[in-house]
Nanobody, 117 residues
């Protein structure tokens, strides 16, 4: 099992930037694919970005070219750099971890991102 702790959310003006962090409390971070989802009020949870394993990355269509996901295995942390933020990016952002060996998913508690002037 793994505990995920997110940070970095907040209020930002349109066009601004934020960086979210998610630290995984596990001794086997390399066994986990990592990613971010988000959920806006009244909408379904959607994929933002993921590191599914190997060298690949995945991005939701609405964030391509603006958001970048990365991970630091030494710090057991995954990051989401968000640039050129738009009001439509307002949502609760959730970190997830998938144990690649047993195909189990774990979720963080979520962090609120609000883009507003």
């Amino acid at each position: 099992q793994v505990q995920l702790v997110e940070s970095g959310g907040g209020l930002v003006q349109p066009g601004g930037s934020l960086r979210l962090s998610c630290t995984a409390h596990t001794n086997n971070f390399n066994l986990y694919a990592m990613g971010w989802y988000r959920q806006a009020p009244g909408k379904q949870r959607e994929l933002v970005a993921a590191l599914p394993g190997g060298d690949g990355t995945q991005y939701g269509d609405s964030v391509k070219g603006r958001f970048t996901i990365s991970r630091d295995n030494a710090k057991t942390t995954v990051y989401l750099q968000m640039n050129s933020l738009e009001p439509e990016d307002t949502a609760v952002y959730y970190c997830y971890a998938r144990n690649l060996a047993v195909k189990l998913d774990y979720w963080g508690q979520g962090t609120q991102v609000t883009v507003s002037s």
